[in-house]
């Protein structure tokens, strides 16, 4: 059974940092695509960054380029999304996703605004930043 747990979320003040991790079980890390995604109250999901199964293409939102860093160890089957230099804007509840390598490219991963039959998804981890 796949699972996906996420951690390493909580409050921050602006300007913080922030790491958080995805730690899969029942299934082979190397063959998925990871994604970090958040939703905010009332507002839409937002793919926040994506990268490949071996971790050499990366994907990031605009809204956060140069502020996060997505990686993956595979060998610890766990994917790590480093948030720096927060802003009030980021507080959301944050998700990783994985999805089969062979169904969806990187950037396609991280734009579409619905699910493949073979998602697999944590439960999330909020992420607060306040003064």
């Known amino acids: 059974q796949l699972q996906l747990v996420e951690s390493g979320g909580g409050l921050v003040q602006p300007g913080g940092s922030l790491r958080l991790s995805c730690t899969v079980s029942g299934m082979i890390l190397d063959y998925y695509t990871i994604g970090w995604f958040r939703q905010a109250p009332g507002k839409e999901r937002e793919g926040v960054s994506c990268?490949?199964?071996?971790?050499?293409?990366?994907y990031y939102a605009d809204s956060v380029k140069g502020r996060f860093t997505i990686s993956r160890d595979n060998a610890k089957s766990t994917a790590y999304l480093q948030m720096n230099s927060l802003k009030p804007e980021d507080t959301a509840v944050y998700y990783c996703?994985?999805?089969?390598?062979?169904?969806?490219?990187?950037?396609?991963?991280?734009?579409?605004?619905?699910?493949?039959?073979?998602?697999?998804w944590g439960q999330g981890t909020q992420v607060t930043v306040a003064s």
């Open positions: 990268i490949s199964s071996s971790g050499g293409s990366t």
């Open positions: 996703a994985a999805v089969p390598r062979l169904i969806i490219t990187v950037q396609a991963m991280c734009r579409r605004t619905t699910n493949t039959k073979y998602d697999a």
